[in-house]
Nanobody, 124 residues
Framework: QVQLVESGGGLVQAGGSLRLSCAAS????????MGWFRQAPGKEREFVAA????????KYVDSVEGRFTISRDTAKNTGYLQMNSLKPEDTAVYYC?????????????????WGQGTQVTVSS
């Protein structure tokens, strides 16, 4: 089993920044992908970004490209989502997810492990 714990959410004004962290523990493995998803009230959980632990390859949803940066610290088994130029429409609960393997899926069904989520609220 892999446990994922997110932190770093909060309230920020539009144009501001936040950095989310996702600490992985338990049965971690060298070849896995970590992803970030978000879910706004009344909406489906949507893909935000993913990173391959082995080589740092990344993928983003178009709406955050150029504003968000996903990264990882392999020594700490921790992933990050740096969010800049935040907009009110970025308001959501953000979830960290992980899956074994080397692909970078965007479907939530492809991910095996999930964190509890952290709230991000962007005021206008």
């Amino acid at each position: 089993q892999v446990q994922l714990v997110e932190s770093g959410g909060g309230l920020v004004q539009a144009g501001g920044s936040l950095r989310l962290s996702c600490a992985a523990s338990g049965r971690t493995f060298s070849g896995y992908t970590m992803g970030w998803f978000r879910q706004a009230p009344g909406k489906e959980r949507e893909f935000v970004a993913a990173i391959r632990r082995s080589d740092g390859s990344v993928k983003y949803v178009d709406s955050v490209e150029g504003r968000f940066t996903i990264s990882r610290d392999t020594a700490k088994n921790t992933g990050y989502l740096q969010m800049n130029s935040l907009k009110p429409e970025d308001t959501a609960v953000y979830y960290c997810a992980a899956r074994p393997g080397l692909i970078l899926p965007t479907s939530r069904d492809e991910y095996v492990y999930w964190g509890q989520g952290t709230q991000v609220t962007v005021s206008s």
